[in-house]
Structures are given as structure tokens and as C-alpha cells.
């Protein structure tokens, strides 16, 4: 009985010393200075240096650096259309060795790519598993983590009588780490941008906008999204401005690729609404075009939602 008891004693003991080991994303001074690099590269569309980089931490932690791989693959599909490096960046990191946190960010990113490739059930969930990780660290990354996956719960329950709302809480934990994280403001930064733009606040998603654009001066992918703040904004000139350079940059840089296509959805609306119908029947029929057949279930499903709500296509 004695040694059955203290058995049982050990054996809550551990468990509590280990419940009580809080979750990290920390990793040593320079294996963090090179994902910050990794991230400064990639943000400068230096693929590449990237990869490299992400192959050197991979040589000291094979779980952050396999993660870290594959954020870069799944930037190059967000920037460049690849879907086949969205797809690779899913097939890998289900075979990532990491455990704690960095098993979260793992799960968080698979999230995100199954919501990519048309399984956003299965995202959802997965997002969520990982979310509820994230949710007990004190890390500002880690709660800004959360807080990507929180702020949509809440606001898919406003309505609820009496239900708690943090969605401030969750604005402000993210605008705090998209400024203080080196090596994770992107991932920040943006759904902060999207966020503001649900609200419809998009003042403020011009300004995050423009900070991104700060820190990563030309970027293509903030570009737009800046060009989508001013459209809202009613600034129609400077939208199609920037909505015209990205067209044509895409072209030359990827050809009809994803991003390409935007820009010229995007341009048939700004036209109209700006009052110029026939610049924006010229871009509408750029989309008479076999490669825009093959792309078009990649386009964003509230821009296309809009443009048939309105018969613009």
C-alpha cells in the first residue's frame, strides 16, 4: 500500500512539475537572430537567403528551423502564387519533429494552409488545437498567436447576450508584438491590418499599412494591401495607382499569376466606383483569358462575392 501510495504521489508530483514548465517560443541568442534574418530576407523577397538561413537553424534545432522553412515557402506562395509551395509547406510540416510551442506554431501554419487549399473545416480545427496552446504562456508572441485565432471567436459571438468581448484586448496584444517581434511582425501585422479592415476602420489599416510598408519598403504583398485601405477609403486615384504598378510588376516578375489577377479584379472595381467605365471594362476584359480559368478558384472569395453581387464580372 505504501509503495502504491508513493507511487501515486511521484507520479502527480512529476505531472504538476511539468504542467507548471511554462510553454517557450524562446530560442538561444543566435538561433533567434537567425529566423529574425530569415525574416528580414524574406521580406525583401530574397527566397533564397531565406531557405539557407532556415537551413542553418534547421542544423541546430530541426524543429524551429523546419517550421521556419516552411513560413518561407507558404510567404513565396502568398507572394508569388506558387500554390505548389503552399502545398509543399503543408506536406513538410506535418512531418516537423517540434514539441511545446513550436509544436503550436507547426499546427497554427498547417491551419492556415489547409484554409489555403480548400479545407477550412479542417483548418479551423487545427487552428484551434493550436490556439488553445498559445492561450496559457505569458509570451507577448505567444499570446499574440492566440490572439489571431480569440479575436474571430469573439466577434463570431458578439451577439451572445452577456459573453465577454476582448477583441481590444486582442487589437492591442497584437499591435504590441507586430512592433516588438523581430521575427514574427509579419505574421502579426497582417491579420492586425485585416482585423481593422472588419471594422471597417480603415484609417487605421492605412497607417499598420504603412508601417509594415516602413519596415519592408515596396513589398508587393503590402502594397496591395495598402491599395485595398485607400480604395475603401474612397482615395480611388491612388489605389488604381498602386493597383496598376502591381499589375504590371507581376506580370513582369510571375506572369498572370494570383497577385496579377487581383490587381486586375481589384482595378475593375476602383474604375467603377471612381466613375470611369470604360478603364474599368478594359481590365474586366483582361479576364478573358484561359489562365485566369485556372486561377480563378485561388481569387479572394470576398472580392469575387463583391464583383458578382454587383455584376462587375
Same mark, same amino acid.
Given at each position: 500500500?505504501?509503495?502504491?501510495? *508513493?507511487?501515486?504521489?511521484? /507520479?502527480? =508530483?512529476?505531472?504538476?512539475?511539468?504542467?507548471?514548465?511554462?510553454?517557450?517560443?524562446?530560442?538561444? #541568442?543566435?538561433?533567434?537572430?537567425?529566423?529574425?534574418?530569415?525574416?528580414?530576407?524574406?521580406?525583401?523577397?530574397?527566397?533564397?537567403?531565406?531557405? $539557407?538561413?532556415?537551413?542553418?537553424?534547421?542544423?541546430?534545432?530541426?524543429?524551429?528551423?523546419?517550421?521556419?522553412?516552411?513560413?518561407?515557402?507558404?510567404?513565396?506562395?502568398?507572394? #508569388?502564387?506558387?500554390?505548389?509551395?503552399?502545398?509543399?509547406?503543408?506536406?513538410?510540416?506535418?512531418?516537423?519533429?517540434?514539441?511545446?510551442?513550436?509544436?503550436?506554431?507547426?499546427?497554427?501554419?498547417?491551419?492556415? /494552409?489547409?484554409?489555403?487549399?480548400?479545407?477550412? /473545416?479542417?483548418?479551423?480545427?487545427?487552428?484551434?488545437?493550436?490556439?488553445? !496552446? =498559445?492561450?496559457?504562456?505569458?509570451?507577448?508572441?505567444?499570446?499574440?498567436? *492566440?490572439?489571431?485565432?480569440?479575436?474571430?471567436?469573439?466577434?463570431? *459571438?458578439?451577439?451572445?447576450?452577456?459573453?465577454?468581448?476582448?477583441?481590444?484586448?486582442?487589437? !492591442?496584444?497584437?499591435?504590441?508584438?507586430?512592433?516588438?517581434?523581430?521575427?514574427?511582425?509579419?505574421? *502579426?501585422?497582417?491579420?492586425?491590418?485585416?482585423?481593422?479592415?472588419?471594422?471597417?476602420?480603415?484609417?487605421?489599416?492605412?497607417?499598420?499599412?504603412?508601417?509594415?510598408?516602413?519596415?519592408?519598403?515596396?513589398?508587393?504583398?503590402?502594397?496591395?494591401?495598402?491599395?485595398?485601405?485607400?480604395?475603401?477609403?474612397?482615395?480611388?486615384?491612388? !489605389?488604381?495607382?498602386?493597383? $496598376?504598378?502591381?499589375?504590371?510588376?507581376?506580370?513582369?516578375?510571375?506572369?498572370?499569376?494570383?497577385?496579377?489577377?487581383?490587381?486586375?479584379?481589384?482595378?475593375?472595381?476602383?474604375?467603377?466606383?471612381?466613375?470611369?467605365?470604360? #478603364?474599368?471594362? !478594359?481590365?474586366?476584359?483582361?479576364?478573358?483569358?484561359?489562365?485566369?480559368?485556372?486561377?480563378?478558384?485561388?481569387?479572394?472569395?470576398?472580392?469575387?462575392?463583391?464583383?458578382?453581387?454587383?455584376?462587375?464580372?
Amino acid at each position: 500500500m505504501y509503495l502504491r501510495n *508513493f507511487l501515486i504521489i511521484s /507520479v502527480v =508530483f512529476v505531472a504538476a512539475c511539468l504542467a507548471g514548465e511554462p510553454l517557450s517560443l524562446s530560442l538561444s #541568442k543566435e538561433q533567434a537572430e537567425l529566423w529574425s534574418k530569415a525574416t528580414s530576407a524574406t521580406m525583401a523577397l530574397r527566397y533564397g537567403d531565406a531557405f $539557407e538561413i532556415s537551413k542553418q537553424l534547421r542544423s541546430q534545432n530541426e524543429g524551429a528551423g523546419c517550421v521556419l522553412e516552411n513560413v518561407v515557402r507558404i510567404s513565396v506562395y502568398d507572394d #508569388k502564387g506558387d500554390t505548389a509551395s503552399l502545398v509543399k509547406a503543408g506536406t513538410l510540416l506535418e512531418s516537423c519533429k517540434t514539441d511545446g510551442l513550436w509544436d503550436a506554431l507547426r499546427r497554427f501554419e498547417i491551419g492556415y /494552409v489547409q484554409g489555403e487549399t480548400g479545407h477550412s /473545416v479542417k483548418g479551423a480545427m487545427t487552428t484551434r488545437s493550436a490556439a488553445k !496552446a =498559445f492561450e496559457e504562456s505569458k509570451e507577448l508572441e505567444a499570446r499574440a498567436f *492566440f490572439a489571431i485565432y480569440a479575436y474571430y471567436i469573439d466577434k463570431s *459571438f458578439s451577439w451572445v447576450p452577456f459573453k465577454s468581448d476582448n477583441r481590444e484586448l486582442y487589437l !492591442a496584444t497584437l499591435d504590441s508584438a507586430s512592433q516588438k517581434s523581430e521575427r514574427f511582425w509579419p505574421l *502579426f501585422l497582417t491579420p492586425l491590418i485585416w482585423m481593422h479592415y472588419d471594422k471597417e476602420d480603415f484609417a487605421t489599416g492605412l497607417k499598420l499599412a504603412e508601417r509594415g510598408l516602413k519596415r519592408a519598403p515596396n513589398h508587393p504583398v503590402m502594397l496591395q494591401i495598402k491599395a485595398d485601405m485607400l480604395y475603401r477609403l474612397k482615395r480611388y486615384g491612388e !489605389a488604381a495607382d498602386i493597383y $496598376e504598378k502591381s499589375a504590371a510588376d507581376y506580370l513582369k516578375r510571375t506572369g498572370k499569376s494570383i497577385r496579377y489577377w487581383c490587381s486586375v479584379l481589384n482595378l475593375i472595381r476602383i474604375y467603377n466606383d471612381k466613375g470611369d467605365k470604360e #478603364k474599368a471594362e !478594359a481590365w474586366r476584359k483582361k479576364l478573358d483569358d484561359p489562365k485566369y480559368n485556372e486561377l480563378k478558384s485561388w481569387m479572394p472569395g470576398s472580392l469575387m462575392d463583391d464583383l458578382k453581387k454587383r455584376k462587375l464580372i
